[in-house]
């Protein structure tokens, strides 16, 4: 036998999972790190449920995320759909592929469908932000992040309130490995990179090469985007701020349509067949197509505020010291509250627009950056695996 084939007989066969945007970021240094090993052979599989065809495109480019070498296609579809058509089409390859471990990250449907489909065969399964908890369970992310922590053999967590969540729930220590966080590896791997781009030219909001004040916001979650009364109340306090600077709006196209669908295209200028036309320079909520993760991680790195329902981007804006206005009621992530520039206002119109105003203003909430949000997380998750 060669020894090329004696070494592959030793290595570990690992398929990392991705499914949608935030898992992007997640999955970059993590497959970064695994090809710089030769006793791991990592798979990549893409669901598809990001279904977004350009803007998968453009993360890859962006995070030089290799190509996939499957991807499932499996698009849209209701949460039971989503989360069936994955597991139907994603046992096959492990069938195939037979591999030693996947590894899932985050809490999209795509991470407990592949978690529950590699359990059923006997695989074991790596769990990469494991632990987290907003003890909401209206939240589907809370539904798949409780049920692939109970079936992961590794838990690889961020933060150390997790391993209290995880303890609680009846998971042994053994199981849990506190590494920092993957999304900040990547902030971190980017950020230079990021500050190149002319994301600010092309908003217009840079004349005289000084860039003016700006706010950013994002929504996506079913319970503020998909209830009409939600929506408005927070966009009446957006309205609000957006009087004192402009607040760029990269629209998730659900968000978008539901917009125009509930009749609060008023709260914009000029939006017309699912564009935006908003004099440069003006202030507003101005609503644009999403950004790839360069564009918007420059973005938010000069903005004064972030107002948004992102669990990822709380974690950014610490790393950041960019001030950050949580529109939940909840955070599964604690630490950016507590150490962090993060504050959890709901969706209360006075609330966001004394809060956002305040901020404006210049009462800035100071934070540090968590303990081990150094970059070096998948590092530490490659040498554990490595150990086992």
């Not at 090329?4 to 949608?20: C, L, T």
């Not at 893409?46 to 499957?70: A, N, R, V």
């Not at 509930?262 to 914009?268: A, K, L, T």
């Amino acid at each position: 036998m060669e020894w090329a084939d004696v070494m592959m007989k030793r290595a570990i066969k690992i398929i990392n999972v991705v499914g949608a945007r935030p898992n992007f970021m997640k999955i970059a240094p993590i497959m970064c790190e695994m090809r710089k090993n030769e006793k791991i052979i990592p798979l990549l599989v893409h669901t598809g449920q990001h279904y977004d065809e350009q803007m998968s495109k453009l993360f890859f480019d962006d995070l030089e995320i290799p190509e996939p070498d499957i991807n499932l296609e499996v698009g849209s579809g209701s949460q039971a759909e989503q989360t069936a058509e994955i597991m139907k089409r994603f046992e096959p390859i492990l069938v195939k592929e037979r591999p030693d471990y996947i590894l899932v990250v985050g809490d999209v449907n795509s991470t407990i469908a592949c978690a529950l489909t590699a359990v059923k065969l006997g695989i074991k399964i790596i769990h990469v932000e494991a632990g987290l908890r907003s003890f909401d369970r209206t939240m589907p992310e809370e539904i798949n992040r409780v049920l692939t922590d109970a079936i992961s053999d590794f838990l690889f967590i961020t933060e150390r309130n997790a391993q209290e969540n995880l303890l609680k729930e009846g998971i042994s220590k053994d199981k849990i490995h506190f590494v920092g966080n993957v999304m900040i590896d990547t902030l971190i791997r980017n950020t230079d990179k990021a500050r190149q781009t002319d994301i600010h030219r092309r908003l217009g909001l840079n004349p005289g090469n000084q860039i003016l004040p700006y706010g950013v916001l994002t929504l996506h979650r079913p319970s503020n985007v998909d209830d009409s009364r939600n929506l408005e109340s927070i966009l009446q306090a957006v309205n609000t701020l957006s009087k004192e600077v402009p607040i760029i709006f990269p629209a998730h196209p659900r968000t978008r349509n539901n917009i125009g669908r509930f009749g609060f295209s008023h709260f914009f200028e000029n939006v017309e067949a699912g564009t935006t036309t908003q004099k440069r320079n003006s202030k507003g909520i101005r609503m644009i197509e999403p950004l790839g993760y360069l564009d918007f991680l420059h973005l938010m790195a000069e903005s004064k505020v972030v107002l948004t329902d992102s669990g990822g981007m709380q974690e950014e804006t610490t790393v950041l010291q960019i001030p950050c206005l949580t529109l939940r009621e909840n955070t599964e992530r604690p630490v950016t509250v507590s150490e962090g520039t993060n504050s959890v206002v709901g969706i209360n119109r006075e609330n966001i627009i004394a809060q956002g105003l305040a901020i404006l203003r210049g009462n800035l909430k100071l934070g540090r950056i968590p303990e081990l949000w150094d970059g070096r997380a998948a590092e530490r998750i490659v040498k554990i695996i490595l150990k086992q």
